[in-house]
């Protein structure tokens, strides 16, 4: 660990950093895959209960994972970028590496909640549990009367037809939301190891709170150390690792189970690889990285599969 005395600023090792450029590298392969993925096929979940709606779940769906990798990808951009000079220093904030991750955490979190169940009525119900919620939003934030007013009529009309069938819906926070998809993950997926739920709750609100510029993340999110007869204090990079790891796997079981309800499950595992072996061939290396994915030990890994729609980052 090295510090500098004149800007009080302490140099990341290869190892602190090492989570930072995975979620980086993990949601520019993500990106590329939802991306890829071509409308749901006929009899797969989100074709089933899109039928008549008059809101696609798929499209949906598709919108909230697109926008956790937006933010990832910005991410991504700032610490592992694809062109860089020998010389450059990037500098690393906790407040915006959180807010970053905890847009792209409640982003995916709503995609991971709506698909959670297999049930069409309770898909279908959560679902328009959001789509209100969300036009309940736009209502708020447009400012032109009648616009104000079709917005309210159109929620209405979709509330009327549901409770006509006896679908009762719900506003879920997005607390509930997070804490919701993490159980999901966490029971689907035991090996992500994402800690319990208090820890989720943490994390979120800690990244919340660095966010809207509360004080008590600067102050609990630090750690000091003494060089060269110096105190130094400086963020805790595993703090940040930790809420863009959790963001990072909630997202990676978003898209997976995208793909899955889309009906493209059986082409996931060759389409992830050939996704990861087009990225890491696109990316710069330390020196000594095999030049090839298939060289690298350890490589392959395990592949993803319905059960365990979490493996194979």
Not at 32 to 46: K, M, N, Q, R, Y
Not at 79 to 87: E, G, K, Q, S, W
Not at 95 to 109: G, V
Not at 148 to 153: C, G
Request: charged share 25%.
């Amino acid at each position: 660990m090295n510090g500098d005395g004149g800007t009080g600023r302490i140099a990341v090792d290869r190892e602190q950093a090492r989570p930072w450029v995975e979620v980086a590298q993990s949601a520019r392969v993500l990106r590329d895959l939802l991306t890829e993925t071509p409308a749901a096929v006929a009899g797969s979940p989100f074709r089933t209960i899109d039928d008549d709606l008059p809101e696609s779940c798929e499209i949906w769906c598709r919108s909230y994972l697109s926008s956790a990798l937006e933010h990832l990808g910005l991410w991504a951009d700032h610490v592992a970028p694809l062109t860089f000079r020998p010389d450059a220093v990037v500098h690393h904030e906790a407040r915006p590496a959180q807010t970053l991750a905890r847009a792209a955490l409640e982003s995916a979190s709503q995609a991971v909640w709506v698909m959670a169940s297999r049930d069409p009525s309770e898909l279908l119900r959560r679902h328009l549990s959001l789509v209100l919620a969300d036009w309940e939003e736009q209502r708020k934030a447009e400012v032109e009367p009648q616009r104000k007013a079709d917005l309210k009529q159109q929620r209405l009309d979709l509330l009327k037809i549901l409770e006509a069938h006896g679908v009762k819906t719900s506003d879920p926070s997005y607390l509930t939301l997070v804490t919701a998809a993490a159980d999901e993950v966490r029971s689907k997926a035991p090996m992500t190891d994402l800690g319990d739920p208090a820890r989720v709750e943490r994390l979120w609100r800690a990244s919340a709170g660095s966010a809207h510029g509360k004080m008590w993340p600067s102050v609990e999110l630090r750690v000091s150390v003494e060089l060269d007869g110096q105190r130094f204090s400086f963020p805790d990079a595993d703090a940040m690792s930790a809420i863009l790891v959790l963001a990072n796997k909630v997202t990676q079981y978003g898209v997976f189970r995208f793909i899955d309800y889309a009906g493209h499950e059986p082409q996931l595992a060759e389409r992830l690889t050939a996704t990861t072996r087009r990225w890491y061939a696109r990316i710069p290396k330390v020196a000594g990285a095999p030049e090839r994915l298939e060289d690298v030990p350890g490589y392959p890994g395990p592949t993803p599969d319905s059960t365990n729609p979490s493996q194979g980052q």
